[in-house]
């Protein structure tokens, strides 16, 4: 969906829908528990160092 900016006219934003919200919550559900399923048998060490890794990604304050 699309919403116009009320201070700039030339402005839009895009903005997820009540549906779109059903459809992410369900998705980000099924991503966590496909993520525990596969790494439940990953050693805490490795599972360190991929958090390690994915946190330089983020970025530091995220």
Not at 11 to 34: C, F, K, P, Q, S
């Amino acid at each position: 969906m699309r919403q116009s900016d009320e201070r700039d006219a030339r402005v839009g934003y895009a903005v997820i829908t009540a549906a779109g919200h059903e459809l992410l919550d369900n998705a980000t559900i099924t991503a966590r528990e496909t993520c525990g399923e596969l790494l439940r048998h990953a050693p805490q060490d490795q599972l360190d160092a991929l958090g390690a890794v994915l946190a330089n990604l983020i970025g530091p304050g995220r």
